[in-house]
């Protein structure tokens, strides 16, 4: 008889104690896991898609929502830049993070200085970039499962372009949308998935695709991910 079926006299051994407080402590971890997966469900479809263009070129200006300088928002808007330029689009990438992009202030005095907005500020290089682009596309990292303040930011200084008012309009007609965040779970992109649907609801802007890329966190992490290769896919195919 092996030692681990007991001590003989009533008592069970310590190995045997052991393997089932292993046991114990290998479920509770499964159950926290498990608890944190669906206690945090969303009702919103995360999806990354792409659609195919016309094949005629077209005039894209690329948002992007991150500060730091060639990270992971950063390089899958390149990627995305390179597919677009090689299909023969014209593409100005304008990085909201590296500009002075002030919050709008709801003054409602957008257009009364013949601008868009009264803000002197980095917007000025921004709204002519914004009134010659057909498509527009959003790149940002997640920040607090959202896009970033500083994408936001310019998102909000569009509020002009929506006032009855308006001396000039975007030629914007068509939107595309690329996101990555650390979170491993697609649903963690499930505000700024919606925020983009409805905003596309609002402006009658058709939405010509979509890539979240999940579980890149630290600087350049996305190098090598295969996100890189869809990205500029969607390029080329815009
Ligand atoms: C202020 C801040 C908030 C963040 N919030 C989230 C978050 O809510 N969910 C997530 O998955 N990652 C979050 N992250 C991580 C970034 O999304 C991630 O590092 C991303 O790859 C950064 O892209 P970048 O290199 O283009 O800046 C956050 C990072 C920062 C700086």
Redo the contacts with the bound molecule.
Sequence with gaps: MSQEKGTGDGRVSRRKLLSWAGLTAALAAVAGLAYRHFSATSAVKVESFMTRGQGQAKNILVLTG???VQ????RLAEAFAKGAREAGHTVNVFPTGRHNLRACMHCEGCWSKGKPCVLADDFDTLFPLLEQAELLVFCS?????NFSGHIKAAMDRMYPYSKKERLRDMRVHETMLLM????HFLR?FAGPAEAYRQMLGYKRWKDRGRLFVTG??E?G??AGNRALRTAEDMGRNA
């Design positions: 991150s500060g730091r990270g992971n928002s950063d990292p997640l920040y607090w499962y990555c965040g650390q979170s963690s890149v966190d600087f992490e996305i």
